[in-house]
């Protein structure tokens, strides 16, 4: 096995973070629910609907709302539905020895960029898959950026390399809000898409950051054949980013 460069040189958001963000906007949730009637608390959202590996459809309302009505309205169009499909990857645990979820396949997300456009992310896309999940008000993740859109404006990316951004944890309070906006104003140059709520946990959970394991923030899953290959949480750096990269799809 390759050995895999050092982890990171500044200390990932905990997530312990992400839980009290989860719990902001799952107040507001249950303020909307208080003050509805039970048809409206029971109403399901409605799944984005699928594409083809990789694809994209502009066929969507791209407002915003897609259905389900127990979103604050504050966080309409930065939350967003999604549909998971496949089994859910372990929670990433970095001190915890060999990564369980290495040589597994990931589940397929589908899920809409600001604009309501649908995407399928899937190991079934044509080259290896880079999933990025960011928090708007993470200071790893404010730094981190500008070094993924540096490796690319330089050219030191694989060339097949497929990029996707993950805009989670969204928090209208906080620092970046909204992370439409924030994640447009550093030039990211590849398809970011909104995370959703899984109302059907207790308490509910950040849909995509769930079934991909995430622990803290950044927190990049790396596919490749079809499989994971390397999962890390933390700001790398520009140079790191790129060894860690290139020994994983290189």
């Known amino acids: 096995m390759t050995d895999r460069?050092?982890?990171?040189?500044?200390?990932?958001?905990?997530?312990v973070l992400a839980g009290v963000v989860v719990l902001v906007v799952i107040v507001a949730v249950v303020a909307v629910l208080a003050t509805r009637g039970d048809?409206?608390?029971?109403?399901?959202?409605?799944p984005p609907a699928a594409t083809q590996p990789g694809g994209a459809t502009d066929d969507l309302d791209a407002n915003g709302d897609t259905g389900d009505d127990r979103l604050p309205p504050e966080v309409v169009g930065e939350v967003?539905?999604?549909?998971?499909?496949?089994?859910?990857?372990?929670r990433f645990e970095p001190d915890s020895g060999v990564d369980p979820a290495l040589g597994r396949r990931p589940p397929s997300l589908i899920a809409e960029d600001a604009a309501g456009v649908v995407h399928t992310i899937s190991a079934d896309i044509d080259g290896p898959v880079m999933l990025v999940f960011l928090a708007h008000w993470c200071p790893a993740c404010n730094v981190e950026v500008p070094h993924l859109v540096q490796l690319d404006d330089d050219g030191r990316l694989p060339t097949d390399l497929n990029v996707y951004g993950v805009l989670t944890a969204i928090a209208p309070d906080r620092p970046g809000f909204?992370?439409?906006?924030w994640i447009a104003g550093f030039g990211w140059p590849?398809?970011?898409?909104?995370?959703?709520?899984?109302f059907d946990t207790e308490p509910p959970q950040w849909a995509a950051a769930d079934a991909f394991g995430l622990s803290a923030y950044p927190y990049v899953v790396l596919v490749d054949d079809g499989v994971?290959?390397?999962?890390?949480?933390?700001?790398?750096?520009?140079?790191?980013?790129?060894?860690?990269?290139a020994a994983g799809v290189g």
């Open 228 to 245: 994971v290959v390397d999962r890390w949480i933390g700001e790398l750096g520009v140079d790191g980013l790129a060894d860690r990269i």
């Open 39 to 46: 048809d409206d608390t029971t109403a399901t959202p409605q």
């Open 190 to 198: 590849w398809v970011s898409v909104a995370d959703g709520i899984d």
């Open 5 to 15: 460069p050092a982890t990171s040189t500044r200390s990932p958001v905990p997530i």
């Open 178 to 181: 909204p992370a439409s906006e």
């Open 80 to 90: 967003r539905d999604v549909e998971i499909d496949g089994d859910a990857l372990p």
